[in-house]
């Protein structure tokens, strides 16, 4: 169906439903914004739910064409590397690119939410109805239903769109009409938010830079805010004698920081607070099939593809999906029957691919970031790149400072590492004859 003038329904408004109502209102569209929440320019945030993102060249593109990357990256904070803290000496920087120039930015979930948010209200045709919590809706005639503190409230759309998260009522409505199927695979790690505040008056730590204490079982990382404070994220299992369950006194909190992370003691004043008192965050991937129903309801984002934080793409492959989206309109010439199915055979490979590398990223940080190998590997990776430009680019690059689709870097790095294993057999095999032939001289002497 060709809709010119009809508002389109977009169920949450957060990063990808705020993106998302500035597209299609720049298409014409006039466009309803459903979230169950209060407006978050006036609410308080909930604690420990204030993630930092990794704005990387994906996101950036879909905000150029909006034009609101500059506003957004005025209070960006670029890393241009991982700063590795082992549980003994000094910390190690690793630089993200060969040159040292690029860098990952360090922003607000919050505050992006509501550069977005102001950005799509300012835009003709778009409302937005906050205290709406979707709880019904029949995919076949667009009708929803909504909890309110008035009591429950119905509304009716041709096209609906959920953008509302991991845990998408859309989705879930869907599911409960047996429209789709799922999969959500929980890690059995958590995640616990805990602050190191500003240090008279400046960073505690380089603000250039991704901090990384891996710890094998465990890992935290830390980013840094404009008000030069830094947000920590400690991962760790939920269940055993090792993980969040595990310390419940002051003592014990402090003595498992004082061995594991004697660091970051001295700098957070406030750690015991925070680890008692923040909650503890799931961890998990999300898949489902199909994306759409009839051309008249979809999802994307996390609502379609959630993923776990390990590569900071989660946002970023969000607002992709908002770009290939646009990109599927313009194509089906405002088609929605047409659009949404492309739309999902466009992106579904690339949403895969991303949820596993975020996973390999994940035992990478953890694990192997400290490891001399790795260092070394990460050594010649860069020295190829700078020796091949162009030719020779690193996952991590092509993940972060392009966007080439996942699904072909992936592609890509499963082929060099084909043709580097192929090359270790034949250098073998090489180095065999040679051995051989040297002993065969021997002899006939």
């Not at 240090?199 to 204490?213: N, R």
């Not at 030069?228 to 920081?257: K, V």
Request: hydrophobic content about 40%; some cysteine; overall charge neutral.
């Amino acid at each position: 169906m060709t809709l010119e003038r009809d508002e389109i329904a977009v169920v949450g408004a957060g990063l990808a439903g705020c993106l998302l109502a500035c597209f299609l209102a720049r298409r014409g569209y006039r466009v309803a914004l459903y979230e169950r929440r209060p407006d978050p320019r006036t609410g308080k945030v909930e604690r420990g739910r204030s993630i930092n993102l990794a704005l990387s060249e994906r996101g950036l593109d879909a905000l150029r064409r909006i034009g609101l990357d500059t506003q957004v990256m005025a209070d960006a904070l670029p890393m241009r590397g991982r700063m590795i803290h082992p549980v003994a000496g000094e910390p190690q920087f690793q630089s993200y690119s060969a040159a040292g120039d690029r860098a990952i930015n360090s922003i607000s979930r919050g505050a992006l939410n509501n550069a977005l948010l102001d950005a799509a209200t300012a835009l003709p045709g778009v409302r937005v109805a906050f205290d709406h919590r979707l709880v019904g809706l029949d995919p076949a005639t667009g009708e929803m239903t909504f909890e309110t503190p008035q009591g429950k409230v119905t509304a009716t759309a041709p096209v609906v769109l959920g953008a509302d998260g991991a845990g998408s009522a859309v989705r879930g409505q869907l599911l409960g009409h047996g429209l789709l199927r799922e999969s959500v695979d929980f890690l059995d790690y958590g995640y616990k938010e805990l602050t190191i505040p500003p240090l008279g008056g400046d960073f505690a730590l380089d603000p250039e830079a991704l901090h990384i204490w891996p710890r094998g079982t465990s890992m935290m990382i830390a980013l840094p805010n404009p008000d030069r404070s830094f947000t920590c994220t400690l991962f760790w299992p939920t269940h055993g004698t090792a993980s969040f369950a595990s310390l419940g006194s002051p003592a014990a909190i402090e003595r498992h920081f004082a061995q594991h992370y004697p660091d970051l003691l001295p700098l957070a004043p406030n750690l015991v607070d925070d680890y008692q008192h923040n909650p503890v965050g799931v961890l998990g991937t999300v898949r489902c099939d199909p994306w759409q129903v009839t051309g008249r309801v979809g999802l994307l984002g996390d609502a379609a593809h959630a993923i776990v934080p390990f590569y900071g793409q989660g946002a970023n492959c969000a607002f992709e999906d908002v770009v290939e989206l646009d990109r599927c309109l313009d194509e089906c010439a405002d088609d929605w029957s047409a659009a949404l199915p492309l739309f999902q055979r466009r992106r579904q490979d690339n949403a895969e691919a991303i949820a596993q590398m975020a996973l390999a990223n994940f035992v990478e940080m953890r694990d192997k970031v400290a490891s001399p190998l790795f260092q070394f590997g990460r050594r010649v990776e860069h020295a190829l790149e700078r020796a091949l430009p162009g030719r020779y680019v690193s996952r991590y690059e092509l993940v972060s400072f392009s966007t080439t689709p996942y699904a072909e870097v992936r592609r890509r790095v499963r082929w060099r590492h084909r043709m580097l294993g192929a090359a270790g057999v034949g250098a073998a095999l090489l180095l065999a004859g040679a051995v051989g032939s040297v002993l065969r001289r021997g002899r006939r002497r």
